[in-house]
């Protein structure tokens, strides 16, 4: 067989494949539901992978047709705006989104009121303006409470007397969640100022980035340039990097206390460490099962979608065994 | 056989355009027609624009035989720098000039920079990269300033045309589209430019002004891709200081795509246009055909090997044919 032969046949070979693919068509089934749940989140982020757990579980249960579709980009506002458009395109049943900033989903979301689309908020809501009316429900983290609890709890654990200095990092800067809990964060920690007047405390704010190996750049410089550092609380999860970046500068657990949000296998296992003392969770899970199971309600029973708070419940390193257990499972 | 590569010769990104033509069809077949909707069709179109328009800017800035690589930054810092001056009470239109004013000055630091110390543009422009994000970031205070609600960008957010399907700032891509196409096929700018890029020694020899003109390249590059920025902020209405996060890449993806030679010289407006839409219409697709939208970066990365392989071997076969002709 030459070798002109030989290529044709893998050329003729490609095309036929590509015909199959291309007649086989959709695979979904019409009388089933269509949801699509778009975030700002690239696949990287351990937290999602619970989210989709949750989601792909529930999608499940009800032999739903879903997609969930990450960005390319970590945080990625114009690609989550972008994948919302192709998915609205098609005239889903459901979009379930994260709604990071007030103003950018507005035309997506009047597209998606136009074509009669069900519009649920999950994970990120808005703070205010037209995107609050234009979706139906957000089942999340109420952020401001939550990021005040975390304050609260942590400065529980400074010590008694002395100078106190405190970092907190804000990982997405101007994004609503990042935004909302460190305002509570702040709030927090500004009551233990109020109630302690005689004290020296610093707090001082860092942009840290949503990066685990910048947060530790970062967050590392800031404790060379200020070792006497009494904690380090931030908004997101990727305080587990700082945590190892502790453990290599044999710094012992609980010299800097560490706080933050969201429970992923990395963060269980400082917890247990005893590097993070406090940990505020929000239940991904229940974020990407209860949408659809609204959705679902919504469609076949004609009960409306309604605001559901899936909690700010408090985590300290004694229950890091039986977490773990849940993150393996991918519950948590 | 000999015919079509001859009219590869004269139309090398009419392989991408076939491309195309193949993916639309996939994926309006795997959408059960979702794909050419109005709809969808209203979403590529409308995003288009903000690739495109940083894609021909790169291409023109490769023809002339330089890279660009802080395209993404400059697609950031000038609605940034024209949001604030808009909320500061300067008139939105005298802000988005001096927003495009200072991409141009970067893109005259890049060229000024590279040329005078007679260093790759790679590197310049990588340092450029950074420098330009920080910058974005700084000035931002690390928070996307509100643009004020009842700010007009009509003229380059709003849909227009039959059934809505464009928004404006799609007729802004299509005139700089063309305006661009003119310079580089029909204008005397464009033949040095195409002459700096390929034959570099040659074109200063026969008393073309290489470095004015690879300045005004590098200078039309950042305008385009300050241009896009401004575009995508105003569809946002939202002046995020992390757009254009890997931008460069797909830009520079996009010009290879469509038959842009990396050594300089080769390349067309039409060819970056196709390769950008490409980029998009695979982004879309992916989406729409529920394909795991984590294949989009080895999609891209795929399709850009392939492409520069398949240029290179189409012009090596080509030219050998010619010759033997």
Not at chain 1, 126 to 137: K, M, S, V
Not at chain 1, 144 to 170: D, I, N, Q, S, Y
Not at chain 1, 174 to 189: F, P, T
Not at chain 2, 179 to 208: F, P, Q, R, Y
Request: hydrophobic share 50%; with cysteine; charged share 15%.
């Amino acid at each position: 067989m030459g070798k002109h032969s030989i290529a044709s046949q893998a050329l003729s070979g490609i095309g036929v494949a590509a015909l199959s693919l291309a007649l086989s068509g959709p695979a979904a089934a019409e009388d089933k539901l269509n949801i699509v749940y778009t975030h700002h989140s690239s696949a990287s982020n351990p937290f999602w992978q619970a989210v989709k757990k949750g989601f792909d579980d529930a999608c499940a249960k009800i032999q739903a047709n879903c997609q969930m579709v990450f960005t390319q980009t970590e945080g990625s506002i114009d690609q989550e705006v972008a994948n919302q458009q192709a998915a609205l395109a098609r005239k889903p049943d459901a979009l379930i989104t994260t709604l990071v900033d007030n103003n950018a989903f507005v035309a997506n979301l009047k597209d998606a009121k136009a074509k009669g689309v069900i519009v649920i908020a999950s994970n990120v809501d808005a703070t205010e303006g037209p995107e609050l009316e234009l979706r139906q429900a957000f089942v999340g983290q109420n952020f401001v409470p939550a990021g005040t609890t975390l304050g609260r709890r942590m400065a529980a654990l400074f010590p008694k007397e002395g100078p106190l200095r405190v970092l907190v990092g804000v990982n997405s800067p101007g994004q609503n969640w990042s935004e909302q809990r460190a305002k509570g964060i702040m709030h927090g920690l500004e009551e233990f100022k109020k109630a302690n007047p005689n004290r020296e405390i610093v707090i001082d704010r860092l942009d840290v980035s949503a990066d685990g190996a910048v947060v530790s750049d970062r967050v590392g410089a800031y404790l060379s340039a200020h070792p006497d550092t009494t904690a380090y609380i931030e908004t997101g999860l990727w305080h587990s990097n700082v945590a190892r970046l502790l453990k290599d500068r044999n710094i012992p657990p609980g010299k800097i206390l560490l706080g933050g949000f969201d429970l992923a296998p990395q963060v269980i296992e400082q917890l247990k460490s005893g590097y993070i003392q406090v940990e505020i969770d929000q239940q991904p899970y229940e974020q990407g099962f209860l949408p659809v199971m609204q959705v679902y309600l919504e469609k076949k029973v004609g009960l409306a979608p309604a605001d559901i708070d899936s909690g700010e419940a408090v985590f300290t390193p004694d229950q890091a065994d039986q977490l773990m257990g849940l993150a393996k499972q991918g519950l948590r | 056989m000999r015919n079509l590569f001859r009219i590869y010769l004269e139309k090398p990104e009419l392989a991408g355009v076939a491309l195309l033509v193949f993916l639309a069809a996939l994926f309006e077949a795997r959408s059960a027609g979702a794909f050419l909707s109005g709809d969808n069709l209203r979403g590529i179109l409308g995003l288009l624009p903000e690739v495109g328009l940083v894609s021909i800017g790169v291409t023109i800035l490769m023809i002339c035989g330089e890279f660009d690589l802080s395209v993404g930054s400059t697609f950031a810092l000038t609605p940034m720098a024209a949001s604030l001056l808009i909320i500061a009470g300067v008139p939105a239109l005298a802000a988005i000039l001096l927003g495009l004013l200072l991409a141009a000055a970067i893109g005259f630091a890049n060229g000024f920079i590279t040329l005078t110390f007679v260093i790759p543009s790679f590197i310049a422009t990588l340092g450029m990269l950074f420098i330009v994000r920080s910058l974005t970031v700084v000035i931002s205070g690390g928070f996307p300033p509100l643009l004020p609600d009842d700010l007009a960008t009509g003229e380059f957010t709003q849909f227009v045309g039959p059934g809505g399907l464009f928004r404006t700032s799609f007729i802004w891509f299509l005139a700089i589209a063309f305006a661009a196409s003119a310079l580089i096929a029909n204008s005397n700018v464009g033949n040095w430019i195409k002459a700096t890029g390929g034959h570099l020694e040659a074109a200063g020899a026969m008393g073309v002004p290489v470095r004015r003109v690879k300045l005004f390249c590098f200078m039309l590059c950042s305008v385009m891709a300050g241009f896009g920025g401004i575009i995508q902020v105003f569809r946002l209405h939202s002046p995020l200081p992390s757009i254009g996060d890997g931008l460069e890449l797909q830009a520079v993806a996009a010009a290879v795509i469509g038959g842009t030679a990396l050594s300089g010289g080769v390349g067309t407006v039409l060819g970056a246009v196709v390769g950008a839409l490409l980029i998009r219409v695979i982004d879309n697709g992916l989406v729409m055909t529920q394909v795991d939208a984590n294949w989009f970066k080895f999609a891209i990365g795929a399709l850009t090997i392939f492409a520069v392989v398949s240029n290179s071997w189409l012009r090596r076969t080509a030219r050998r044919i010619k010759v033997a002709g």
